[in-house]
Protein backbone atom coordinates (compact mmCIF):
# COMPACT_ATOMS: atom_id res chain seq x y z
CA UNK A 1 0.00 0.00 0.00
CA UNK A 2 1.38 3.61 -0.86
CA UNK A 3 1.49 6.36 1.12
CA UNK A 4 -1.18 8.74 0.40
CA UNK A 5 -0.03 12.39 0.58
CA UNK A 6 -2.09 15.21 1.99
CA UNK A 7 -2.89 17.97 -0.66
CA UNK A 8 -2.67 21.20 0.67
CA UNK A 9 -5.68 23.47 0.65
CA UNK A 10 -4.83 25.45 -1.95
CA UNK A 11 -4.65 22.72 -4.31
CA UNK A 12 -7.70 21.86 -6.08
CA UNK A 13 -7.30 20.70 -9.50
CA UNK A 14 -8.31 22.55 -12.43
CA UNK A 15 -8.01 25.79 -10.61
CA UNK A 16 -4.79 28.04 -10.26
CA UNK A 17 -2.53 28.16 -6.69
CA UNK A 18 -2.87 31.50 -4.92
CA UNK A 19 -0.59 34.46 -7.12
CA UNK A 20 -0.18 31.34 -9.98
CA UNK A 21 2.18 29.64 -7.48
CA UNK A 22 5.01 32.50 -7.48
CA UNK A 23 6.64 33.76 -3.87
CA UNK A 24 8.59 36.98 -2.86
CA UNK A 25 11.64 34.66 -3.82
CA UNK A 26 11.01 33.72 -7.55
CA UNK A 27 8.43 36.10 -8.78
CA UNK A 28 8.67 33.98 -12.44
CA UNK A 29 8.19 30.53 -11.09
CA UNK A 30 4.42 29.70 -11.50
CA UNK A 31 4.75 26.13 -9.82
CA UNK A 32 5.03 24.51 -6.24
CA UNK A 33 7.58 22.07 -5.30
CA UNK A 34 6.46 18.57 -3.12
CA UNK A 35 9.46 17.81 -0.88
CA UNK A 36 10.01 14.16 -0.17
CA UNK A 37 11.76 15.20 3.20
CA UNK A 38 8.24 16.05 4.87
CA UNK A 39 5.42 15.38 1.75
CA UNK A 40 4.65 19.37 1.98
CA UNK A 41 4.36 21.63 -0.73
CA UNK A 42 6.16 24.60 -0.84
CA UNK A 43 6.91 27.85 -3.90
CA UNK A 44 10.63 27.54 -3.49
CA UNK A 45 13.10 25.91 -1.11
CA UNK A 46 13.90 29.42 0.89
CA UNK A 47 10.12 29.04 1.82
CA UNK A 48 10.48 25.38 2.72
CA UNK A 49 13.41 26.26 5.47
CA UNK A 50 12.09 29.12 6.56
CA UNK A 51 9.13 26.60 7.42
CA UNK A 52 10.28 23.54 8.22
CA UNK A 53 13.37 22.43 10.90
CA UNK A 54 15.14 19.35 9.08
CA UNK A 55 16.95 19.26 6.01
CA UNK A 56 15.75 19.90 2.54
CA UNK A 57 15.85 16.96 -0.16
CA UNK A 58 15.30 18.11 -3.55
CA UNK A 59 11.75 18.04 -5.31
CA UNK A 60 10.70 15.28 -7.06
CA UNK A 61 7.36 16.70 -7.64
CA UNK A 62 6.02 19.57 -8.82
CA UNK A 63 2.38 21.23 -9.23
CA UNK A 64 1.08 23.56 -11.92
CA UNK A 65 0.77 27.66 -10.61
CA UNK A 66 -2.43 27.66 -13.14
CA UNK A 67 -3.85 24.77 -13.51
CA UNK A 68 -2.83 22.56 -9.97
CA UNK A 69 -1.51 19.60 -12.29
CA UNK A 70 0.81 17.60 -9.88
CA UNK A 71 3.29 15.80 -12.26
CA UNK A 72 7.57 14.62 -12.08
CA UNK A 73 9.77 17.55 -11.73
CA UNK A 74 11.09 18.79 -14.91
CA UNK A 75 12.95 22.48 -15.15
CA UNK A 76 11.73 23.74 -18.88
CA UNK A 77 8.97 21.39 -19.83
CA UNK A 78 5.50 23.09 -20.30
CA UNK A 79 2.75 21.75 -17.73
CA UNK A 80 1.00 18.49 -19.08
CA UNK A 81 -2.52 19.47 -18.12
CA UNK A 82 -2.89 23.07 -19.52
CA UNK A 83 0.26 23.24 -22.13
CA UNK A 84 1.55 26.45 -20.25
CA UNK A 85 5.26 27.57 -18.98
CA UNK A 86 5.81 27.28 -15.49
CA UNK A 87 8.78 29.33 -15.77
CA UNK A 88 9.67 32.58 -17.28
CA UNK A 89 10.51 31.69 -21.24
CA UNK A 90 13.41 33.09 -22.70
CA UNK A 91 13.20 35.46 -26.02
CA UNK A 92 15.78 35.97 -28.42
CA UNK A 93 15.00 39.87 -28.32
CA UNK A 94 17.71 41.57 -26.84
CA UNK A 95 19.19 38.80 -24.07
CA UNK A 96 22.46 40.20 -22.69
CA UNK A 97 23.34 41.91 -25.85
CA UNK A 98 23.29 39.01 -28.22
CA UNK A 99 19.75 38.46 -29.13
CA UNK A 100 17.76 38.51 -32.39
CA UNK A 101 20.68 40.30 -33.98
CA UNK A 102 22.59 36.98 -34.61
CA UNK A 103 23.40 37.40 -38.53
CA UNK A 104 22.63 33.65 -38.73
CA UNK A 105 19.15 33.78 -37.63
CA UNK A 106 18.10 37.30 -38.51
CA UNK A 107 15.66 37.14 -41.71
CA UNK A 108 17.16 38.01 -45.10
CA UNK A 109 15.27 40.68 -45.96
CA UNK A 110 16.36 42.37 -42.75
CA UNK A 111 17.92 45.44 -43.11
CA UNK A 112 20.90 45.16 -40.51
CA UNK A 113 21.79 41.53 -41.57
CA UNK A 114 23.94 43.03 -44.95
CA UNK A 115 25.19 45.95 -42.81
CA UNK A 116 28.79 47.06 -43.25
CA UNK A 117 29.21 43.83 -45.06
CA UNK A 118 31.15 45.42 -48.08
CA UNK A 119 33.08 48.32 -46.22
CA UNK A 120 36.32 49.24 -47.74
CA UNK A 121 39.11 50.15 -45.25
CA UNK A 122 41.21 52.97 -46.38
CA UNK A 123 45.23 52.06 -47.28
CA UNK A 124 46.10 54.24 -44.45
CA UNK A 125 43.74 52.55 -41.37
CA UNK A 126 45.28 49.26 -42.94
CA UNK A 127 48.68 50.05 -42.35
CA UNK A 128 47.64 51.52 -38.55
CA UNK A 129 46.02 48.56 -38.17
CA UNK A 130 49.40 46.45 -39.17
CA UNK A 131 51.48 48.77 -37.02
CA UNK A 132 48.83 47.93 -34.11
CA UNK A 133 49.51 44.41 -34.85
CA UNK A 134 53.42 44.51 -34.73
CA UNK A 135 53.20 43.04 -38.41
CA UNK A 136 56.33 44.62 -40.59
CA UNK A 137 55.61 44.88 -43.76
CA UNK A 138 59.08 44.78 -46.17
CA UNK A 139 59.10 45.75 -49.86
CA UNK A 140 61.22 43.46 -51.72
CA UNK A 141 63.66 45.24 -54.97
CA UNK A 142 63.85 43.42 -57.76
CA UNK A 143 67.53 43.53 -59.39
Not at 10 to 24: D, Q, R, S
Not at 127 to 134: C, F, L, P
Request: net charge positive; charged share 30%.
Amino acid sequence: SRKRIPKAPAIVEGKPLPNFGTCKHYKKSYRWMRFPCCGKTYPCDVCHDSKEDHEMKYANRMICGFCCKEQPYSADKPCKGCDMNMTKVHTSHWEGGGGCRDKITMCRNDKAKHRNMSKTISKHSQKVKDMQSGKKKTKLRHT
